[in-house]
């Protein structure tokens, strides 16, 4: 059995919805702790480890972690002194929004340039923001940073499934994703509803990241609080296809969003059709519980392939795989 002793000390980079989870998640574990946290405001550090209840109780206030006693600073550049500091960090979670799609490929960059060298995962759901992370592989195997992209739930634990589920087959045909995601209210999880709008027919990324709030609410309004989204540009389709699974045409994502209710309005599912050897057509499908949110299917499977990356460097591996090339590991 693998053990990371001592703890791998984390980042968690961004304090909203999933940033908050990430902590949650990360509190009881023995083999990670959390020593660094940024919102768009302000960063909080310690190499010894951050007192979570104080950085959430902070979050719950909408005040920053800058203001964190002791350990806080509010600062125009979080993340400039996040990396300024990054000696002390082994592992970071990029819980940033992603609009536009570059910021945080741009943000990658700026780490590899700045000297940070250990294990980087993020939550990365569109095709094009993935092929951009793809593109930095060369830069990232420089730097010797292991990074895996797409390690959220879709991207990541589905997409892992799929790939699981496709060894029983000599041909893929089809991976289609379905999600439901309930949540009680759309401020808690402000960047992926706006980018989860990105997706709906009439709109773009552009589009959604130019909307206020207001907008938001409004586009809400009229949909009863769900976004029913179907066909979406979602980087399972590229993350499979560079593992050599199946054609990025054959793979479809969509899904339901309710942003008035914390209960799952359907079943999250991953179906994936194929040939066996014997010529016999069958369908592996994947069902999550519906009693897990989507914040720990995102941050168990990001935590998990975050200790997977740190296996990974030991053996001296560098640069961008995802969430279909790795096993995620499970931490304690
Ligand atoms: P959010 O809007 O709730 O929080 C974003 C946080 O980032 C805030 O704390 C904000 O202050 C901080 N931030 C913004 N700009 C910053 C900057 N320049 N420097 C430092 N901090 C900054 O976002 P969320 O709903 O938690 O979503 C985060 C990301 O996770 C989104 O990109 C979303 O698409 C992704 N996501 C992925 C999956 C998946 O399964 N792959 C599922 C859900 C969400």
């Known amino acids: 059995m693998i053990r990371l002793s001592p703890p791998l000390r984390v980042a968690v980079l961004g304090a909203g919805g999933l940033g908050q989870a990430a902590m949650r998640v990360l509190a009881p574990k023995e083999e990670m702790k959390l020593v660094a946290v940024a919102d768009s405001r302000g960063f909080a550090m310690d190499p010894e480890g951050l007192d979570t209840e104080t950085i ?69 759901k569109r095709t094009a923001a993935v092929e951009l992370m793809f ?11 292991t990074y895996i992209v797409g390690a959220g739930a879709t991207p990541g634990l589905l997409t892992a499934a799929a790939n699981l589920a496709a060894q ?13 995601v309930g949540i009680s209210n759309w401020e808690a999880y402000r960047a992926t509803i706006r980018e989860d709008i990105a997706h709906l027919p009439g709109f773009d990324v552009e589009k959604a990241r130019k909307m206020t709030d207001e907008e938001i609410e409004a586009e809400l309004e009229r949909r009863n609080g769900i976004l029913e989204l179907v066909n979406m540009e979602h980087a399972d389709d590229v993350i499979l ?8 045409d054959r793979v479809t994502v969509g899904g339901i969003v309710d942003t008035r209710s914390p209960k799952k309005p359907v079943s999250t599912t991953m ?13 592996h499908t994947f069902t999550l519980g519906d009693e897990t949110s989507m914040a720990a299917n995102v941050c168990g499977p990001v935590f998990g392939y975050m200790k997977a990356g740190w296996w990974l460097r030991s053996l001296g591996a560098y640069g961008v795989l995802s969430s279909a090339n790795v096993m995620p590991q499970f931490v304690r």
């Not at 593109?135 to 940073?145: C, F, M, N, T, Y």
Request: hydrophobic residues 40%; aromatic residues 8%; glycine residues 10%.
């Open 56 to 124: 959430l109780d902070l979050c719950a206030k909408r005040a920053s972690v800058g203001t964190a006693p002791g350990v806080g600073q509010l600062v125009d550049d979080p993340l400039g002194a996040i990396l300024e500091r990054s000696e002390a960090i082994d592992g970071i979670f990029l819980a940033l929004p992603n609009l536009p799609n570059e910021f945080i490929p741009q943000t990658v960059e700026r780490f590899a340039r700045g000297g940070f060298r250990g294990v980087m995962v993020d939550a990365l």
């Open 135 to 145: 593109e930095l592989d060369p830069l990232l195997r420089q730097a010797q940073i």
């Open 168 to 180: 029983s087959y000599q041909t893929v045909e089809s991976v289609e994703i379905y999600f439901g």
């Open 241 to 248: 296809e560079r593992a050599g699974v199946v054609d990025r």
């Open 271 to 283: 179906r994936l059709t194929g040939v066996t050897f014997e010529g016999k057509r069958s369908t």
